[in-house]
């Protein structure tokens, strides 16, 4: 977000420019203050003495123990300098965006500054910013702004469908000041409102003005906490912070490697802002990691699930919360309706837009906003993944394993078994012998399997495959998931016969998988298995999944790993998705030639479990050396360009950051060294 500046705490997030100013700015990376995925700031700007001040220093990074801070001036000249200077100061706490304004005089008089903020709210879904080409039909929302004895409230309804009582939606920002405004005026239509101030500043004096914009999205009924400055707000989450960065084990203690220490504390230090809230079985409390920023602040199935495991030995909290949380959520009814067979995921989009979910499923994406609220999205609870379910199986007994603690796989037992079920029936396994999807995209336009975007699971020649397909990483992670759920039922659960059904079932699945998925002539897996069976046979760099689900024998996992790491595939920083030189390759593509640091991380571990040390050590340099260049924070996903192309990693320009499976990649490669 090149001139825009993040602050992120427990599910809410701003983005400023430089001067701190929110413009309503869309695209890549929209501005304004966001909680719940909807936009509660979309105009914050700041005048003094009637025009934009002029920028001496812009906002630096925010850390965990300081708040955002520019410094501005009014106009002014060689011959008449500014007569005081502006220091701005920015946090997120709260719901909240909290900022201190302070004016220093530059004169040996008493000044009068005159200082104004123009706010608004548009109130956005976060669908709506996105760029993919939908429009949604809200002619019946109303947005209203109220003058307030210290600020403004702005308000946003929408009423219940067919008309019933009360707004069926309603949210609001909350804009108060100390000292509050000496008025507030509207400057053009809308609900834009413009407050000022005319602060009296001592002769080399100073005077401050406090500001708190509070989010309450529709169903919070808690009101706006008080105003507090930035620096005080700073101070608690830097405290709540600590407590997870620097819980122990440090990765400093664990590893000489100071670069790869410093990827380990940077991703540390951004999960511990992109965990949000979420409820347990029981309607417990928790907090679990999201996505990414901008548009993934939200649980998601797959990204928590591996983010958990990759984090695992250093904050086992993270997969206990995640588990819990996903557990909750776990399909219980058909939506939409059964078809005939397994595959039930035959309706399109529009309003009631179907969420794929089927009993005993793990859901993709769970989302709490406007559209997700009226179905005109269908991701408020989203099912369409193929990976959530048997990776949520993986972690549990991962889980278990690591704490020596089963008490969790006692009380999720009975999702568990849901999930070993929705992989033999809906997923396919019993009927087709391999987890599959219908090949229906998901609603955002893609695939089921985490190459969700457009045509990403292709043949050779470009061709996208039709369903129901069965991708190779689905099926290891299928195979693994059988083998840690038997274990599960065999030590914790005390049912010897599921556990001999589901180790049955994990051997046959590998033997078919080397008969089925293994292209002789390119001595390679196939990306996937298209509805008649046939191979795509596009090279990916989905084999380094298969290493680490363990499904491959020792011979065809150590061919695999050796090939993974020829130039075509690694291409210094990391390893492609896609072979270079294949027709469908394009670098920067999201899925067909980009590089994916959770993508390699799993690839690291799996070749650290087939003993292919000097292949694995390549990769884990090329990815800290590509940290390094990021100010150790690795992106969500980078151009596929090699070092023989440009001497630094090429950023892919939509990419998340910061970004949860990124931010864990470092642990995992930590892990796979040790």
């Not at 700041?46 to 106009?75: F, M, N, Y």
């Not at 304004?101 to 956005?124: M, Q």
Request: proline share 9%; with cysteine.
């Amino acid at each position: 977000m090149t001139g825009h500046h993040l602050l992120v705490h427990d599910g809410t997030f701003a983005v400023v420019t430089d001067s701190g100013d929110i413009s309503g700015a869309c695209g890549a990376s929209p501005d304004g203050l966001f909680s719940r995925d909807a936009r509660h700031l979309s105009r914050w700007q700041l005048t003094v003495e009637g025009s934009s001040p002029e920028l001496l220093v812009a906002a630096g990074q925010a850390g965990p123990d300081r708040p955002l801070a520019a410094v501005l001036t009014p106009p002014g000249s060689g011959h008449e300098p500014p007569a005081y200077t502006v220091f701005r100061e920015q946090a997120v706490a709260d719901r909240s965006l909290a900022e201190r304004i302070r004016l220093t005089s530059n004169r040996p008089v008493p000044t009068t500054a005159r200082v104004s903020l123009t706010v608004d709210a548009d109130f956005a879904d976060q669908f709506e910013l996105r760029t993919d080409y939908r429009t949604y039909d809200k002619t019946d929302a109303v947005r209203t702004a109220e003058a307030l004895q210290d600020g403004v409230a702005l308000g946003y309804e929408r009423p219940a469908p067919g008309g019933g009582p009360g707004p069926e939606w309603h949210s609001r920002t909350v804009i108060t000041a100390v000292p509050a405004p000496d008025k507030v005026t509207h400057p053009a239509s809308g609900t834009a409102r413009t407050l000022e101030w005319r602060v009296l500043l001592p002769p080399h004096g100073n005077g401050e003005i406090v500001l708190q914009a509070c989010a309450l999205p529709s169903g919070t009924d808690a009101e706006p906490p008080r105003v507090q400055p930035p620096a005080t707000a700073v101070a608690g989450l830097a405290q709540e912070n600590a407590a997870f960065t620097g819980a122990d084990p440090r990765p400093r203690d664990l590893i000489g490697w100071t670069e790869l220490a410093r990827a380990c504390e940077q991703g540390l230090a951004d999960l511990a802002g992109l965990r949000v809230p979420a409820v347990g079985p029981d309607g417990e409390p928790l907090r679990v990691p999201a996505a990414g920023i901008p548009w993934f602040l939200a649980l998601f199935g797959r990204d928590s699930l591996l983010t958990s495991l990759f984090t695992l030995p250093y904050r086992p909290g993270l997969a206990a919360a995640t588990l819990a949380a996903l557990a909750a959520a776990q399909g219980t009814e058909y939506d939409p309706p059964p078809a005939s067979g397994w595959e039930r995921t035959r309706r399109g989009q529009g309003q009631n837009a179907p969420r794929q979910e089927q009993p005993g499923r793990i859901a993709h994406e769970i989302r709490h906003g406007e559209l997700a609220r009226f179905r005109q999205v269908p991701y408020g609870r989203y099912y369409g993944a193929v990976d959530a379910t048997p990776l949520f199986l993986i972690l549990l007994h991962a889980y278990t394993e690591r704490t020596a603690d089963d008490a969790l796989a006692r009380r999720l037992e009975p999702q568990a078994r849901a999930a070993v079920e929705w992989m033999f029936q809906d997923g396919g396994l019993a009927e087709l012998g391999r987890l599959v999807y219908g090949g229906v995209p998901v609603a955002a336009g893609g695939d089921q399997s985490w190459r969700d975007s457009p045509g990403a699971i292709c043949f050779s020649d470009g061709t996208p495959a039709q369903g129901p397909i069965a991708v190779a990483g689905a099926q290891g992670y299928a195979y693994d998931a059988l083998l840690r759920t038997a274990a599960l039922a065999r030590k914790t659960w005390d049912d010897a016969a599921l556990a001999d059904r589901l180790e049955e079932a994990a051997a046959q699945l590998s033997g078919r998988f080397h008969r089925e998925f293994w292209m002789p002539g390119q001595e390679f897996p196939a990306l996937a298995l298209d509805g008649e069976g046939r191979q795509v046979d596009v090279l990916a760099s989905e084999a380094g999944h298969l290493l680490w689900s363990g499904i491959l024998d020792p011979q065809h996992g150590a061919r695999v790993g050796r090939r993974l790491l020829e130039p075509d595939f690694f291409s210094g920083w990391g390893i492609r998705t896609l072979a270079a030189g294949q027709v469908p390759y394009h670098p920067l593509s999201w899925h067909k030639g980009s590089i994916w640091p959770h993508d390699n991380a799993l690839t690291v571990l799996g070749l650290a479990r087939y003993g292919l040390t000097e292949q694995a050590l390549a990769v884990v340099r090329g990815l800290v050396e590509a940290a390094a260049v990021h100010g150790w924070r690795l992106p969500e996903v980078m151009a596929g360009y090699g070092r023989d192309e440009h001497p630094t990693p090429v950023p892919y320009p939509h990419s998340c950051s910061p970004q949860a499976w990124a931010a864990a990649t470092p642990l995992a490669l930590l892990s796979a060294l040790i």
